[in-house]
């Protein structure tokens, strides 16, 4: 069982930056697929950004340029660092880790507790 615990978010001006990270409780040198979810108020959950163990990302296209994943299997942590945001990027943030696929869809067994960030306009 691996627990996950993000950091990292909190107020930030339309513009500006953050870094989020999360850090697992064991390796995560053999778990392949490892992400950032994201809830906004009232919206469902939707995957912001994913990396699979050989380094391979994808975005989804409301974050593609402004948002960066990584993974650092010797610090046992996930980041993402996120620029230029907007009021709309305001949600609370989950790291994910040991992602498989589920009849079509992608499903991660091990999700952090979250944090929030909020961007003000």
């Known amino acids: 069982q691996v627990r996950l615990v993000e950091s990292g978010g909190g107020l930030v001006q339309a513009g500006g930056s953050l870094r989020l990270s999360c850090a697992a409780s064991e390796s995560i040198d053999s778990i392949n697929a490892m992400g950032w979810y994201r809830q906004g108020p009232g919206n469902a959950r939707e995957l912001v950004a994913g990396i699979a163990g050989a380094g391979i990302t994808n975005y989804a296209d409301s974050v593609k340029g402004r948002f960066s994943i990584s993974r650092d299997n010797a610090k046992r942590a996930l980041y993402l660092q996120m620029s230029s945001l907007k009021p709309e990027d305001t949600a609370i943030y989950y790291c994910?880790?040991?992602?498989?696929?589920?009849?079509?869809?992608?499903?991660?067994?091990?999700w952090g507790q979250g944090t929030q960030v909020t961007v003000s306009s």
């Open positions: 994910v880790a040991d992602g498989h696929w589920v009849a079509g869809t992608l499903v991660y067994d091990y």
